[in-house]
Nanobody, 119 residues
Framework: QVQLVESGGGLVQAGRSLRLSCAAS?????????MAWYRQAPGKQRELLAT???????NYPNSVKGRFTISRNNANRTVYLQMNSLRPEDTAIYYC????????????WGQGTQVTVSS
């Protein structure tokens, strides 16, 4: 029904920037609600990084506030995560999550994209 395709991950040096994209595919009649980005490093719990509501309201934890920015383009049904001043501890698999409100209230996860920050 809905498939999320992530892109933009890779290997970067500390202090550099990276932008992740998550494009949603499916029926043009699907209405998307909140969108979010998460990450999970080996042996650690999945961490919420950023959320953005259908109205464009954003929220971030202190760990990434001021460095990461979430945005969305409703026309092409894509959510982005701009990551600046990357640190080695940012190394993880990054996942996008998208909620729908029509035709049903559901949540979908992307396949994950690896981000590796070297020192």
């Amino acid at each position: 029904q809905v498939q999320l395709v992530e892109s933009g991950g890779g290997l970067v040096q500390a202090g550099r920037s990276l932008r992740l994209s998550c494009a949603a595919s499916g029926s043009i009649f699907i209405v998307f609600n909140d969108m979010a980005w998460y990450r999970q490093a080996p042996g650690k719990q999945r961490e919420l990084l950023a959320t953005i509501t259908s109205a464009g309201t954003t929220n971030y934890p202190n760990s990434v506030k001021g460095r990461f920015t979430i945005s969305r383009n409703n026309a092409n049904r894509t959510v982005y995560l701009q990551m600046n001043s990357l640190r080695p501890e940012d190394t993880a698999i990054y996942y996008c999550k998208v909620d729908t409100s029509y035709p049903a209230w559901e949540s979908y996860w992307g396949q994950g994209t690896q981000v590796t920050v070297s020192s």
